[in-house]
């Protein structure tokens, strides 16, 4: 099977800080084997540079739209993004 990797860039806004988003997500990119990192921004919105098999990017940008109790996520916004980027494992930032 060729599964091809893809990296993205997302931007997921609503209620989503506050709401242990980027814990969620963390536990969410490692356990669909992702590279990559979250972090909070300044507007309220939560940044997401995921990396990894088509079908785990895909998965994820699924469960984003979910994310953890409490968040309300009102749009998922993914553009593609440079794999050199990318570090190795999947951590919080900022």
């Known amino acids: 099977m060729n ?3 893809r990296t993205l860039l997302v931007s997921v806004t609503g209620r989503v800080q506050g709401v242990s988003f980027r814990v969620w997500t ?15 921004e300044r507007d309220g919105s939560v940044r997401a540079l995921i990396c990894g098999p088509n079908k785990a ?9 979910d994310g953890p109790r409490g968040a309300a996520v009102t749009n998922v916004v993914a553009e ?6 990318v570090p190795p494992g999947f951590d919080i930032i900022g």
């Open 80 to 85: 593609a993004a440079e794999q050199r980027d």
């Open 57 to 65: 990017v895909e998965a994820m940008l699924k469960a984003l739209w």
């Open 26 to 40: 963390l536990r969410e990119a490692q356990r669909l084997g992702l590279r990559g990192w979250v972090r909070n």
């Open 3 to 5: 599964d091809t990797y």
